[in-house]
C-alpha cells in the first residue's frame, strides 16, 4: 500500500505544482477566477476546476488540502473538508498527509 500511497501524493503535487503557475499567472493580470486543473489522484485527470483565486490560496494555506473536481475524492487518503457545485476542498489523512507536506512547493525550506 505505502507504493500506491506515494504514487498518490507524487501525482497530486504535479497537478498542485501545475496549479501553482496557473495562479501566479492569473494574479498577473489581477484576475478573481482561474481554471485551474484537478489535483486528484488520477494521473489521467484532465478536468478543469474553476474556483477563485483567494480559494486556491486559502487551499494552499494548508499543505495536506487539495482542490478536486467534485466526486474525484478518494476516500482512502483524504477526506472532503469543503464541497462546492464546482470543486471540493480535500485535506489528506494517514501516510499521504505526511508526502504532501514533503512535497509542497510552499513549504518552507
Excluded: W
Excluded at 485527470?45 to 486556491?56: G, L
Amino acid at each position: 500500500m505505502e507504493n500506491q500511497e506515494v504514487r498518490i501524493a507524487r501525482t497530486e503535487s504535479l497537478f498542485r505544482s501545475v496549479n501553482e503557475r496557473i495562479a501566479e499567472s492569473a494574479q498577473r493580470i489581477e484576475s478573481e477566477n482561474a481554471s485551474f486543473v484537478c489535483e486528484c489522484a488520477d494521473a489521467d485527470c484532465t478536468e478543469k476546476v474553476q474556483a477563485p483565486i483567494e480559494v486556491y490560496e486559502d487551499v494552499r494555506s494548508d499543505g495536506t488540502q487539495f482542490l478536486l473536481a467534485p466526486g474525484h475524492e478518494d476516500g482512502r487518503v483524504e477526506r472532503v473538508v469543503e464541497e462546492r457545485p464546482r470543486y471540493s476542498i480535500v485535506r489528506k489523512i494517514n501516510r499521504v498527509a505526511a508526502f504532501a507536506r514533503k512535497l509542497n512547493p510552499r513549504r518552507a525550506r
